[in-house]
């Protein structure tokens, strides 16, 4: 299977400027203190939604909306589990 079909070229053009900004940045971006209480409101209010995404529900069709508009563009791992069945994906926010 040829990868470098399966996204767009704008996509990978995108994600190899953010590696690149990324790469250069040498940890130079800001990060929240305790200090800054609405970052601390928004990461309480993710740190809610993650574990209601991560509890065990019954059997049946369930949907998962997760709100990406507080959280850094990149490339976010998933995973699914079903039983003995497990299935991890990547899905790629680009804002």
């Keep these: 299977m040829n990868r ?3 996204y767009s070229t704008e996509v990978r053009q995108r994600a ?6 990324h790469k250069h ?5 800001g990060g929240s ?3 800054d209480p609405d ?3 928004e ?16 059997a049946g069709i369930h949907q998962v909306t ?5 959280v850094a563009s ?10 003995n069945v497990e299935v991890t994906r990547q899905m790629m926010l680009l804002k």
């Excluded at 190899?16 to 900004?21: A, P």
């Excluded at 990461?43 to 019954?58: S, T």
């Design 4 to 6: 470098s079909k399966r």
């Design 16 to 21: 190899v400027r953010m590696v690149l900004d």
């Design 25 to 29: 940045d040498k940890g130079r971006r």
């Design 33 to 35: 203190f305790s200090g």
């Design 39 to 41: 970052r601390i409101k």
């Design 43 to 58: 990461l309480e209010r993710e740190n809610r939604e993650l574990r209601r995404a991560n509890e065990v529900m019954p």
């Design 66 to 70: 997760w709100d990406g508009t507080h």
């Design 74 to 83: 990149g490339v976010y791992i998933y995973r699914l589990t079903a039983g």
